[in-house]
């Protein structure tokens, strides 16, 4: 029978040992989860890779309208992970004023297509990327559409293969503020008393 490495369990000891021994707090969350100085990073992401841990994701957080006050308005979560004992940490980053914090890529070179995305969506800049160019919206959309306060509905989009995106409609059930385009998803989240059922195939197919 395999035993679990207790260092998985955000609760015990020996995971408050184990963060001890790479000189990081841990972060009040669900998950194993370390708040890391931005100008530490490098040092906490090398000892961790030192250790067989791999980059498998990064992803930014606005933290503009959340409801309890955070050190900063963003922050960026790199998700590292241990292939042989599943060990998995959180690596909880907050952007100082000056928008940056240090790239990963000289660590993991996974970082490279992850770190551009987040500059892409959140615009956070990764100090010492060697591409940091947007990877998913066009070169002349202004803003970054993962912010809260990026204006929905405003501005439609024109993507390069010709794909034509219009927010008002695509987004207007995740907001609940109209039925959107189906008029399922919007009323559930608005709450509305009399929900419409979801769509259902015909019996013997469509028709």
Same mark, same amino acid.
């Given at each position: 029978m395999t035993t679990l490495d207790p260092r998985r369990d955000p609760l015990s000891p020996q995971f408050s040992d184990w963060l001890t021994s790479l000189d990081v707090k841990a972060d009040d969350s669900a998950e194993p989860t370390a708040l890391v100085p931005a100008d530490d990073l490098i040092r906490v992401a090398r000892l961790l890779k030192s250790d067989g841990f791999m980059l498998l994701d990064s992803i930014g957080l606005d933290y503009s309208q959340y409801v309890e006050e955070r050190p900063a308005r963003y922050c960026v979560l790199h998700n590292v992970f241990h292939p042989t004992d599943y060990r998995r940490l959180f690596l909880r980053v907050y952007v100082p004023?000056?928008?940056?914090?240090?790239? +990963? %890529?000289?660590?993991?070179?996974?970082?490279? %297509? +992850?770190?551009?995305?987040? %500059?892409? *969506?959140?615009?956070?800049?990764?100090? $010492?990327?060697?591409?940091?160019?947007?990877? +998913?919206?066009?070169?002349? #959309?202004?803003?970054?559409? &993962?912010?809260?306060?990026?204006?929905?509905?405003? /501005?439609? /989009? #024109?993507?390069?293969?010709?794909?034509? &995106?219009?927010?008002?409609?695509?987004?207007? $059930? +995740?907001? $609940?503020?109209?039925?959107? *385009?189906?008029?399922?998803?919007?009323? *559930?989240?608005?709450?509305?008393?009399?929900?419409? &059922?979801?769509?259902v195939m015909p019996e013997g197919g469509p028709k």
């Open positions: 004023e000056s928008g940056e914090i240090p790239s +990963l %890529y000289q660590v993991w070179k996974a970082a490279n %297509y +992850l770190e551009r995305e987040v %500059y892409d *969506l959140m615009g956070v800049v990764f100090a $010492g990327h060697p591409d940091m160019r947007k990877v +998913l919206t066009p070169d002349d #959309l202004e803003g970054h559409p &993962l912010r809260k306060d990026f204006p929905i509905g405003e /501005t439609p /989009t #024109l993507f390069r293969d010709g794909r034509f &995106l219009d927010p008002a409609a695509f987004r207007a $059930g +995740l907001s $609940g503020q109209s039925a959107g *385009l189906t008029g399922w998803r919007g009323a *559930l989240r608005r709450g509305e008393q009399s929900q419409p &059922l979801p769509p």
